[in-house]
Nanobody, 124 residues
Framework: QVQLVESGGGLVQAGDSLRLSCAAS????????MGWFRQAPGKEREFVAA????????YYADFVKGRFTISRDNAKNTVYLQMNTLKPEDTAVYYC?????????????????WGKGTLVIVSS
């Protein structure tokens, strides 16, 4: 069983930056691919970014390329999402996801583990 706890959300202005963190329980963090998804009010949850187990390969949704960076620290059992140049349309609850499959944390298939989410609000 893996437990994921997100942190770092908050209220910021357009153009600001935030760094989200997701701390995972357990000793097998390095065997899981990790991802970030988001869900805006009234919309379906969507893929944001993912990273493979070693951290050598990352994936991004088109709408965050060049602005967001996903990274992981396997020694700290933590994955990060650095968000720069935030826009009001980035307002959403951001969820951390974990799965053995990198395809699953990219939105292709069912994810094994989800965090409860952290709210990001970007004001204009």
């Amino acid at each position: 069983q893996v437990q994921l706890v997100e942190s770092g959300g908050g209220l910021v202005q357009a153009g600001d930056s935030l760094r989200l963190s997701c701390a995972a329980s357990g000793r097998t963090f390095s065997t899981y691919a990790m991802g970030w998804f988001r869900q805006a009010p009234g919309k379906e949850r969507e893929f944001v970014a993912a990273i493979r187990q070693s951290g050598s390969t990352t994936y991004y949704a088109d709408f965050v390329k060049g602005r967001f960076t996903i990274s992981r620290d396997n020694a700290k059992n933590t994955v990060y999402l650095q968000m720069n140049t935030l826009k009001p349309e980035d307002t959403a609850v951001y969820y951390c996801a974990s799965d053995m499959s990198s395809r699953a944390v990219r939105g292709f298939g069912t994810v094994d583990y989800w965090g409860k989410g952290t709210l990001v609000i970007v004001s204009s």
